[in-house]
């Protein structure tokens, strides 16, 4: 079996708080989180699946090693952060002083005379152009640039600004080095509008234009790093081309955009040789045009590429990269938005109806829940031969969980299709069985009492939907419910699905079945259901009520326990309906009370659809099933079968076998036996087979 990711980070918390010695603090885990079939139980296993060996080893041969798997990783993530974090200071010293040599070897080597103003004379061969105005340079540019015939187009691309650097000298020896932007700022719309640079006489000023380079050395970077710079796009400049200018060749804008950031040139070398390199502007305000460079390069635009290129306004357009992270989240909930998820609308709980609830559950508004009823849920138990058992932590609210544990077994044990027929080996489910199992019990239950026409769900929202007032104490449950009715089974069962974790592992899981099953009903019609309307379904120390059990098993709060109605005649023409169970049920019941002829059990409850029985004992609910159906029907002299016994308050470590003989006298059925050492389970089985022995094959009977 794989492990989830669940599973390996809940085995490192428990491997952490181990080695540290929290005992409390694991012990609140395994009981809020228990252990799974897929749990990792061993450190050489979870180092395994975790694939952190030599970070194991290499913690050993430290003075001081780390005790825990999850030290040992939080450690060396810390050290690789720092450690990224001098390599970024580094390299950032290291291009700093790069460009800091580099400008004070091109100002000693190379004078460059900024656009607009006259540059001082600095040798005697460039001092035969001092005198010349800016005008006359221009001109004999042009003259040079029309001679040569350079293969130039209108519009040309540079690369990004951090390959290609300016260097200029005011008149008083002071530098000031501005950084080009990429190319798609620096778009040529006119030959007049460019700019030109004054060049020594050792290089050729109509080669320097054909080639599109500054004089000066061009500072060298790696094909990675340049090839990972984003190109800006400045929505003014692109706007502004756009309308003044046609698209070249039948390209679209985009298309251009594209082609630009393809001709990102790989090398120095190679810059020369790309036709269509663009000579560099050069504006004629040397302070303004400092200043404009410097913020065009701090400042970064991002914009969205539209998926429509036909309706694409370039001036929303931008570049911008999707790191790995915001990929996966977006994966995420594009699945979580798939068309098969179905999405059911709620509607918070309001003051009004937590009062009833509180009314009908408790008897006031002002009573509160018991710890026993908020900490238990409809986890399962771990026991190998107990897999299908949901476990009781305290007393309570057996009633409720021995109803759905009746429930879960009539479909693990004879609708379930998935396993083989082998009835015992049945009763060993997986974990995704018994909860497909739980849901499928939890959903039948909740339609039943909807009287098959629809089902309201309460679910736990995590946040209180109300401020409590006079004639109504809070405490935490009812207040934070919301609820989905549905109208479908199908519906019904689909949402218990995807909330089953707050019914099975949450801390609300029995009181939000408990209040789904009463709102499902409707708070009118369980009063209706009850002999006494006043009559609460949790009664005195918190223990369930008949009635709560009545509509759990058959959909309906009535207070007996017989079929059908009765009439109860209590004198001077009162006569009083006492209400039972109308139909024949899935699950049965068997009473302690009816062998002390308190009550009496009908038909409908002792000679159910499948051989599954709630019992009642003792103040106690728990469940006795069997494994063939025919022992329902056939009940003659000398039939033997066996009965299994669970009980999820009694931590159970065993599988309680009984077998029953009919017809057949023991010890136990003899006259002279004390009748205080009877097992009461037995007691309860003889109101179903009136002649039956009871074998308990080796157990120790529950006295």
């Known amino acids: 079996m794989v492990a989830s990711v669940e599973e390996v980070s809940s085995s490192l918390v428990r491997e952490y708080l181990s080695r540290k010695g929290l005992k409390r603090t694991m012990a609140c885990l395994e009981e809020e989180l228990p252990r799974t079939e897929a749990s990792i139980n061993n450190r050489y296993q979870l180092r395994q699946m975790l694939s952190i060996e030599n970070l194991y080893r290499k913690n050993k041969v430290q003075n001081s090693p780390l005790k825990t798997l999850l030290e040992i990783i939080v450690k060396h993530h810390m050290e690789q952060l720092n450690h990224n974090k001098i390599m970024i200071n580094e390299s950032n010293s290291l291009q700093s002083a790069t460009n800091a040599r580099m400008i004070s070897k091109t100002s000693a080597q190379t004078p460059t005379v900024i656009c607009g103003l006259k540059a001082e004379e600095n040798t005697s061969d460039f001092g035969r152009e001092k005198k010349t105005d800016l005008r006359s340079a221009v001109q004999e540019t042009c003259a040079s640039k029309s001679t040569n015939k350079s293969p130039l187009p209108e519009k040309c691309w540079l690369s990004s600004h951090n390959q290609t650097d300016i260097l200029t000298l005011d008149l008083k020896d002071r530098s000031l080095v501005t950084f080009l932007q990429d190319s798609e700022s620096f778009i040529q719309k006119e030959p007049e509008k460019n700019a030109f640079i004054i060049e020594t006489p050792q290089r050729s000023r109509t080669n320097r234009i054909r080639r599109g380079m500054m004089a000066g050395p061009i500072p060298q970077e790696s094909n990675r790093k340049r090839h990972s710079r984003k190109a800006e796009v400045p929505q003014s400049r692109l706007r502004k081309e756009e309308e003044t200018r046609p698209s070249q060749d039948g390209l679209l804008p985009t298309d251009l955009l594209q082609k630009s950031s393809l001709n990102v040139m790989s090398s120095p070398d190679c810059e020369g040789e790309k036709e269509g390199a663009l000579s560099p502007l050069v504006n004629t305000d040397t302070e303004s045009t400092f200043e404009k460079v410097q913020q065009n390069i701090t400042k970064t635009k991002k914009v969205k ?123 060993k489910p997986s974990n995704a069985t018994r909860r497909r199992c739980l849901v499928l019990a939890l959903a039948e239950i909740l339609w039943r009492a909807g009287e098959e026409k629809q089902a309201t769900i309460a679910i736990n929202s995590g946040r209180t939907q109300f401020i409590s007032t006079r004639h109504y104490k809070s405490d935490g449950v009812l207040e934070k419910i919301m609820c989905f009715t549905v109208d479908n089974i199908k519906d019904v069962q689909l949402l218990l699905e995807q909330h089953i974790e707050q019914f099975e592992t949450g801390a609300f899981g029995c009181l939000l079945l408990t209040v789904s099953a009463v709102l499902s009903r409707s708070i009118e019609k369980v009063r209706e259901d009850m002999d006494v309307p006043t009559t609460t379904l949790i009664g005195a120390h918190g223990y369930c009520t008949q009635e709560l059990v009545n509509l759990l098993l058959c959909g309906r709060s009535v207070s007996n326990v017989f079929d059908n109605e009765m009439d109860l005649d209590s004198g001077n023409g009162n006569v009083t309906l006492l209400k039972g169970i109308r139909s024949q049920c899935d699950v049965g019941l068997l009473s302690l009370f009816e062998h002390y002829n308190i009550c009496k059990v009908g038909a409908h409850l002792k000679s159910p659809r499948f051989p599954i029985w709630v019992v009642c004992s003792e103040s106690h609910f728990s469940v006795l099933f069997g494994l063939q159906r025919e022992l329902l029907t056939c009940e003659d002299r000398g039939l033997e079968f066996d009965l299994y016994y669970y009980d999820g308050l009694a931590n159970q470590q065993e599988e309680i076998r009984l077998t029953v003989s009919l017809g057949k006298m023991t010890t136990s059925s003899s006259h002279d036996v004390d009748t205080d050492l009877i097992p009461p389970l037995d007691l309860c089985i003889k109101t179903r087979w009136k002649d039956a022995s009871v074998n308990w094959n080796d157990t120790e009977p529950i006295l």
């Open 305 to 427: 590429i539209k998926s429509n290129c036909a309706d694409l306004n370039l001036s929303e357009m931008v570049l911008d990269d999707i790191d790995d992270e915001s990929l996966s989240d977006l994966s995420k909930r594009s699945l979580l938005t798939t068309p098969t998820e179905h999405n059911f609308v709620g509607h918070q709980i309001d003051q009004h109806t937590a009062m009833e609830l509180k009314a009908v559950l408790l008897g006031s508004g002002l009573n509160c829940f018991s710890a026993e009823w908020r900490n238990q849920g409809f986890a399962f138990s771990e026991t190998f031969d107990l897999r299908y058992g949901i476990v009781q932590k305290k007393g309570g609210p057996c009633g409720v969980l021995a109803s759905i544990q009746a429930f879960v077994l009539k479909i693990l044990l004879f609708e379930n299709t998935e396993i083989c027929n082998n009835p015992l080996q049945q009763l």
